[in-house]
């Protein structure tokens, strides 16, 4: 399968503790990105990297979130001190970027997250 | 800022019926582009189409269809004789264009519209 992978699928936890989510993302692509989706609502932007370099994060990436790759292949994405209102589906997506072409971006299957 | 509105939260047609999402968008940029992501109940987003802003050309592929109309800031989804299997959430999404690269390219997305197809 050569298409973006996340890792865990599910993920339970209790408000307070700490879970690390990994993205593999298209072998060759050199963006990934993360977003973040709550029921009943579109994806969100939460931050991007090109190859290793993390270039942007949204508003909405609190401090208790950090994310890394740091090969410039997969990566991971951290939330410390987890609450209640984290619980949402956490999807990674890759795409390829070069020069002035522009590709997709193609998403994994997502981590649900719930804080109890 | 960029915003992108799909009015219609849940649609149900009866199977072979034709179906229309709407979807509108809202951006600053004079070149952008355009998305629909189709989001089955596994969860996974499947990449549907992508619009450059400068090509208005309708598209057609299989049973979907597209319509862009840059003077209402529309791009709509036409499927025509739906399928159960078409049943799912599909949004609609929007980008900057960027240049030569830079820019973040990141996607703007809508509520969202849950299609139900009644067999």
């Known amino acids: 399968d050569t298409g973006v992978s996340q890792d865990p699928r599910h993920k339970i936890t209790k408000r307070g503790q700490n879970v690390t989510f990994r993205c593999d993302p298209i072998?060759?692509?050199?963006?990934l990105y993360w977003y973040r989706q709550t029921l009943g609502q579109g994806p969100e932007f939460l931050t991007y990297?090109?190859?290793?370099?993390?270039?942007?994060k949204s508003r909405l990436l609190s401090d208790r979130f950090s994310a890394e790759r740091p090969k410039g292949s997969f990566s991971t994405l951290e939330i410390q001190r987890t609450e209640q209102g984290d619980s949402a589906m956490y999807l990674c997506?890759?795409?390829?970027?070069?020069?002035?072409?522009?590709?997709?971006?193609?998403f994994g299957p997502g981590t649900r997250l719930t804080v109890l | 800022a960029q915003k992108v509105t799909q009015a219609q939260t849940e649609i149900s047609v009866v199977e072979k019926e034709d179906v229309t999402l709407d979807c509108v968008y809202e951006?600053?940029?004079?070149?952008?582009?355009l998305f629909w992501y189709k989001q089955p109940p596994s969860g996974e987003l499947v990449f549907l189409i992508r619009?450059?802003?400068?090509?208005?050309q309708n598209e057609i592929s299989g049973r979907y269809s597209w319509n862009f109309q840059k003077s209402t800031s529309s791009f709509n989804f036409t499927i025509t004789a739906s399928q159960v299997v078409d049943s799912a959430v599909y949004f609609c999404?929007?980008?900057?264009?960027?240049?030569?690269?830079?820019?973040?390219?990141?996607?703007?997305f809508g509520k969202g519209t849950k299609l139900s197809v009644i067999p």
């Open positions: 990297f090109q190859n290793e370099a993390q270039l942007e």
């Open positions: 951006t600053r940029d004079t070149t952008y582009y």
């Open positions: 619009r450059n802003s400068f090509d208005e």
């Open positions: 072998s060759e692509h050199n963006r």
């Open positions: 999404a929007l980008s900057e264009a960027g240049y030569s690269g830079a820019g973040s390219y990141q996607l703007t």
């Open positions: 997506a890759s795409s390829l970027i070069s020069g002035s072409s522009y590709n997709e971006q193609f």
